[in-house]
């Protein structure tokens, strides 16, 4: 199996590529440079690396890079800074789920291809009319309007919702939820959930980075796992300490 990963050089991307590569997966990763890259994953020989700002390729080099991939995973988000925040690339995530799905049919696959996109838990899934009080909508509200990363994580889902669809030939499609992000060295024991069981504004629960990554690579390699999740956006907590 060959999984394409965007993110890579990110906390929990590198931490997917490690869970992909113990699984015996070939992984294909586009990064700005390979430096940032852990340096067991740039000596792997299960790794191939691409060196490009991922918007900046072509059409046909992304459909070049996503041909013969099995699955494509996007842990791709904006750095914690002024320009990481506010600068451009705005819609980074939303333009490259975008385009990398583009690729993913115009290259016409005959094989279903898996889509598995890293997003957050303060994104409501509009499928379902996930219930929000008004406090929770008025704070949303105002996110969405001041931080952009917000909008693009909403945007970025609704590119697979809305123009992808759950019925497409080409590709299907698994939008993950964590809750706020902690780090863990190890993965632990997690809960799965189709909606939001907590307030994400009032009452957050955690989510490890190191879960989140196998929960992702579980979906691309355990074919009943990825049946049960597809076309929906679970949500991802932290089992509560016994």
């Known amino acids: 199996m060959t999984v394409l990963v965007v993110g890579a050089t990110g906390a929990t991307g590198g931490l997917l590529v490690e869970q992909l590569l ?3 997966c070939q992984v294909r990763v586009i990064v700005r440079t390979r430096d940032r890259l852990s340096e067991s ?24 890079y996503v041909s013969g991939c099995d699955s494509v995973a996007s842990c791709l988000g904006h750095n914690l800074t002024f320009k990481g925040m506010f600068g451009h690339p705005r819609r980074l995530v939303t333009e490259a789920t975008r385009r990398l799905c583009q690729a993913i049919e115009r290259n016409n696959p005959e094989r279903n291809v898996q889509f598995v996109l890293m997003n957050t838990a303060g994104n409501q899934n ?9 406090a929770n909508r008025m704070v949303v509200g105002l996110i969405r309007f001041a931080v952009p990363p917000h909008a693009d994580n909403e945007q970025a889902s609704d590119v697979l919702r809305q123009e992808i669809g759950k019925n497409n030939s080409k ?3 698994v939008v993950v939820r964590p809750d706020s992000l902690i780090n ?8 799965l ?10 009452n957050a ?6 879960n989140v990554a196998h929960f992702m690579a579980q979906l691309i390699t355990d074919r009943e796992l990825w049946g049960e999740w597809v076309g929906q956006m679970p949500v991802i907590y932290n089992s509560p300490a016994d």
């Not at 509009?126 to 008004?134: I, Q, V």
């Open 184 to 191: 863990d060295a190890e993965v632990s024991s997690y809960e």
């Open 22 to 24: 113990s699984r015996g």
């Open 126 to 134: 509009r499928d379902l009319k996930e219930p929000a009080s008004f």
């Open 171 to 173: 590709l299907g499609w």
């Open 41 to 64: 994953v740039r000596n792997h020989p299960g790794v191939e690396i691409v060196e490009a700002i991922l918007l900046d390729l072509t059409d046909e080099e992304l459909q070049r």
């Open 193 to 202: 959930f189709p909606t939001p069981i907590r307030d994400p504004i009032f």
């Open 205 to 210: 629960g955690t989510t490890s980075r190191i």
